[in-house]
């Protein structure tokens, strides 16, 4: 790629997001749009817009709200995680900061003025272009001006180093900070206990969990609540809350029509066939029948679906935490247990299976996503191959008339090709989110971490390495060929070439994707068009606009491959320094109005993700230390061995790192939960916070739980 | 080896053994040698000979005794730790039992009868001697007679998975009901806390401590012990003991002679040179110095010398079970906890090295006993060529006139090459001691298993992959150097040849060991030695007695050993198994006799040694599977992958095995803690019973931390 090109590509970018920012500064200015640029603040029941500022609004108003807001402001308004993920923002942001203003100002004069005989390529044209003269593939072999890439590499290491160890602490101290507070939450005093043996007869699993429980802690343990399988009480809790959504949408539109006929609708498939019947005495027909049904499968859930996983919940924090961390039986695959998450973001189905079955299900996971990451091109090239125009016509015969129009198959035939490609990307997400509850995961957030990690490998694999291999073994595939040997030289000047792809990839990622990040133009879109057709009730548009959380599943691993590209090539072209940095300030900064004003988190770990992205951190400046030692041997630098150590220094702080926070990011300290409380615990609000929606509705089944507890006498102790 | 050689060796070792046995039958029939035959019963204050057969004992009392008791007496008289010796014992001995009685019947018929030719090896004489037509050698390449030895290994393996799953979940209860045993153990009380951070100031250790565990466990928190630098008043302590020894057998001396004249020695080195003293009145003296020197030293100590590690105490097992699993701090390298050991077997001088010291260190060692393992020839052969008789002389001139006669001459001659190593292997194992001390490990149990690991490595590694490759290589060095592709079918010949050699090792190892085991002749004559010789006191001739422990640590790694040999070539020589059998089988008598009457254990730890041993079990039986699948591909047997399952499953199972019991050998499961004890426990008992000696002989010290305790309110709740 030359200058003139790149620069091209970088303005259009850059007007994309100008105009982008222009529409956000119009569009987020007109009432009717809050509830797309403010819902967070909406539903936390805070003014949209502050004070004085409602009419004369400053367009970069949202700037200096950003610049402003404090930490604190985050984790009031978003959480812990989100708080964690400015901190992550913010790190990278100084390392590639800080190693630019050493780097940029170091490297660039000793690339440039190396005096050296124009090489030239195989295709005949100037080997280097006036952007490659910027970076090491200037310098010669042997040349002793490489020492200031060796600088340039320890530089970048230490900053990294010592950003990440800052950057864990203060998480750590967030984390701590949250777990605490004087604020009774729920999941701090729950324990989830799974893998729990059969029960010797005529004991329910209710009365043997307690009886358990309370022989080991007779003055802690509070209630526990047996995991059911609530399939079927689900099935018509659902099908009970439809019916009178429906019945509300039918009554409101009865009673915007005014006079109108009464409405009606068909039962049968999408309303389109069967019997024709008066909707709201339907509705409230079905309601009055499900009732009682959805009652009697609550008894029966209760009673008989018992099964072999609980919460177990404790009058005090601290013994939570400790039986959270303890072993109860000798043999250590019964009765595990794990700190409870939250409520909301508990996976239900997951909690009753056994250990070995998570154990089998994890390892035909990792396979299928090894499958998945090394071979996808294989069906999707297959697909390719058999959805051409003509097969299509073949197949589909009733779509030729379509088909046969000029336009649609110039369209259809410049996309088809890679219209498996971009389906499979739009749901690769989805799919590895799939899969990771299909381990067996019992927590959402924990399910969206490893979904983030899968997704990550797939990312660096497929579009770093494979962009920087691929491309050179494409461009020179007939050298290669001829000469086996040049593998590596090749390799090694095709660097700094992918290095300007990347330098428009990274712009490109942040010019156009925060843009339209800001603005949100789709969503906005899609509820203006729902709105006008087919929301009827409050609660109707009220879901239109609902702006969901912030997606760490692929938000994350999205932001680490930046990361990769930019700190591998760091040294090697240091010009992408800057365009990283302004990646993820300005990543910063979008996010944290975003984050203030947009997304609602739909859980909170604690920051949990933290340790997650700290060791895939590591990981990239690892991979950009072997491949400078790597680069450093083509270029014949005698004195390679002397940025050895460095990968060697990398594993020690990852170990020592890990050693020294990662526990307490799986587990609560005891110093911490030991925390006074501001109130004593309402046990019974903390118990029924666990209650599953389609069980909580009702009465009865509390009292049928409290039936059980009451055959299990206190003394107890034998299991 | 032919047969008749074979014959020879094994009927030399039987006779020894026949000697030994009627010397054991002879001499521990002497009342005068009770101490040394029986000094468990003694100490344990049985009568040594049970009622009537005092007089006219059987010689073969022993192993009706041995037979007839119960795995109950085992524990009794020598605790779990000797219970699960019998365990490993009996399970092995089952494995080749079983082994044999489906393999022998099989595999020799089917070996023996096969029609080849017959080869002839290098030397020019017959390939195969009676013996190795009695192995899988003596089977055709492609032959379909190694189905038998396909059956062969899968019966081997299947039976070792069973007995070893058997076994496991016995040890497991043997450890559960001993924890949950009603007695009150101290060291179930108490945890060992580590890398305690620097303290506020003004505070003292002790004080910092309290604070600490009194805000997490406001309830069952009692006391805590910090941990002192002992070194100087140990010194004193011993000194002090030392004279208080040497005055009573001064005593004695001079009140057995009997108006003889009073007893003096020198004050100098050895008591040879320097100023005449009266022994009794200079004892008097020393002790009446010593004295209030250690008080003093005792009340610095106590005051000054605090430590980064503390005994934490508890007034419930439970509450000591669930702190020694949970991280306490924020920063999980500090306040790292540990369940305590037992008083007698903490190694004070490890508790305070912190977590960082004990990492590096822990390399460090590995790393020594890696160059140890693999490079310890190369001193020992510089040695040896240096130590010959002629550098003697000229060395050690003085020695000149002994050397020079004939006799020593021909002695030295013979035994100095190897003296050497004779010398290495003979302090190896205190070697592997100190190192593994020298991790900063905290219990002498756990250092065991740590030395005994590594013991095993060396051992493998030594003899039985020496043995089998370095026999290879040297027979036929010169075949191998003309044509390199040979080596395999070489291995693969000699492999059935090295079984002769093991068979006489496994031989001579359990005919020689056990029956000096058995008859304890060593002992016997050092202790007659010293009795008439050195022994003045009653507590001089006790010391002479006294008859140590088992020890494991070169025990367990001889039998792996043995163990390893025999898996491996129980199916290319079946005959080993016999003699596998009566190693293990004859080992389990010979050692119940030994534990029920001579050793006294140094310590309990629960039968924490089981997974050390299951899994290097498992390990032989992986190394017989891979010898196996290369064997079966030497022969170019074309259904070789048949046992490639194997392997695979034996991982399966060490992975379930590991996930099912070992945890709890690790930390005591709540369960078990839970069961009610006898009596309450007296809890300053239990925290004296963890006082140094060196501290706990008077009684200043405890005030002293009495008085750091008050300076703490029970209710201080931030640290």
Redesign the interface.
């Known amino acids: 790629m030359d200058l003139s090109s790149f620069i091209t590509s970088l303005a259009t970018s850059f007007i994309i997001f100008v105009i982008l920012m222009i529409l956000f500064a119009w569009l987020s200015t007109k009432p009717g749009n809050t509830v797309i640029y403010y819902p967070n603040r909406i539903l936390k029941g805070l003014d949209p817009w502050e004070g004085s500022r409602s009419k004369t609004r400053n367009p970069f108003a949202w700037i200096r709200e950003a610049f402003s807001s404090s930490e604190q402001d985050v984790i009031a308004m978003s959480g812990v995680d989100s708080a964690v993920y400015f901190v992550f923002l913010g790190t990278v942001f100084g390392i590639f900061l800080i190693s630019g203003i050493a780097l940029l100002p170091l490297l660039l004069p000793v690339n440039i003025t190396e005096k050296i005989a124009r090489l030239v390529d195989s295709t005949g044209k100037n080997a280097f272009d006036d952007l490659d003269k910027l970076s090491m593939a200037h310098l010669k072999e042997h040349s002793l001006r490489l020492w200031a890439s060796v600088f340039a590499c320890y530089w970048v290491s230490l900053v990294t180093y010592f950003l990440l160890w800052k950057a864990y602490n203060h998480v ?2 967030l984390r ?1 900070a949250a777990l605490m507070s004087p604020e009774v939450k729920a999941e701090q005093f729950a324990i989830l206990v799974r893998d729990i043996p059969a029960s010797s007869e005529g004991y329910s699993r209710k009365e043997q969990i307690d009886t ?1 429980f309370k ?3 007779p ?1 802690t343990f509070y209630k526990s609540l047996v995991v059911t399988e609530n399939k079927e009480v689900n099935k018509i809790h659902e099908e009970l809350e439809l019916c009178k959504k429906k019945l509300t949408r039918t009554e409101t539109i009865f009673a915007e029509a005014k006079d109108g006929p009464r409405p009606t609708h068909k039962t049968g498939f999408l309303g389109l066939v069967g019997k024709k019947v008066d909707s709201i005495e339907y509705y409230n027909e079905k309601i009055t029948e499900l009732t009682p049904k959805l009652e009697a499968a609550q008894k029966v859930t209760v009673k008989d679906k018992q099964q072999a996983a609980a919460l177990v919940f404790f009058t005090s924090r ?1 013994a939570a ?3 959270s ?9 019964t ?1 595990t247990v794990l700190s409870a998450p939250e409520p909301r973001q508990i996976i239900w189905t997951n909690l009753p299976k056994t ?2 079955a998570r ?1 089998i299900r994890q390892y035909v996971v990792y396979f299928i996503v090894f499958l998945t990451i090394c071979f996808y091109m294989i069906p999707i090239g297959l697909i390719s191959a058999f959805t051409t125009l003509p097969n299509l016509k073949k197949l589909l015969p009733f779509l030729k008339p379509i088909l046969d129009q000029d336009i649609i198959r110039t369209v259809l035939g410049a996309y088809l090709p890679q219209l498996a490609l971009i389906i499979f990307l739009a749901l690769l997400p989805k799919f590895l989110m799939f899969l990771s509850k299909a381990e067996g995961i019992p927590s959402v957030s924990h399910a969206e971490r490893a979904a983030s990690g899968k997704y990550f490998y797939f990312s660096v694999l497929n579009v770093f390495i494979g962009v920087t291999i691929g491309g050179t073994l494409f461009d020179s595939f007939k050298d290669i060929q001829k000469n086996p040997d040049s593998i590596i030289p090749k390799l090694a000047t095709s660097l700094p070439g992918n290095a300007t792809f990347f330098l428009t990839f990274v712009a490109l990622k942040f010019f156009v994707g925060y843009g339209l990040e800001l603005s949100r133009l789709v969503p906005l879109i899609i509820f203006h068009l729902k709105k006008k057709y087919l929301c009827k009730t409050e609660l109707d548009i009220k879901e239109a606009w609902a702006p969901g959380h912030l997606g760490y599943a692929t938000k994350i691993p999205n932001d680490m491959l930046i990361l990769t590209i930019v700190l591998c090539y760091s040294v090697i072209a240091p010009l992408i320094l800057p365009f990283g940095a302004v990646y993820f300030g300005l990543g910063w900064l979008v996010f944290r109005n975003q984050v203030l004003n947009v997304y609602v988190p739909s859980y909170e770990s604690y920051g949990r993700m933290w340790p997650h992205m700290h060791v895939r951190i590591v990981a990239a400046l690892l991979l950009f230390q072997l491949t400078m030692v790597g680069y450093f041997g083509v270029k014949q630098f005698y004195y390679t061995p002397i940025i050895f150590p460095l990968p060697i220094i990398s594993l020690i702080f990852a170990f ?1 790192c890990s ?6 990011f799986e ?1 609560t ?4 939960a ?3 409380l501001k109130e004593t615990p309402n046990m019974d609000l903390v118990y029924r916070s666990f209650l599953p929606p389609c069980l909580n509705a009702e009465k009865g089944d509390e009292e049928q739980f409290d039936d059980a507890v009451s055959h299990v006498s206190r003394t107890a ?1 034998n ?1």
Request: proline residues 0%; neutral net charge.
């Open positions: 750590s101290n701590a358990y022989s080991i802690y003055e601290v935490a400790a039986a961390q303890s072993i109860h039986a000798r043999l250590v695959d009765w250990f070995y154990e020592i050693k020294k926070f990662y526990k307490f587990a300290a005891l110093e911490v030991s925390r006074e102790s299991v």
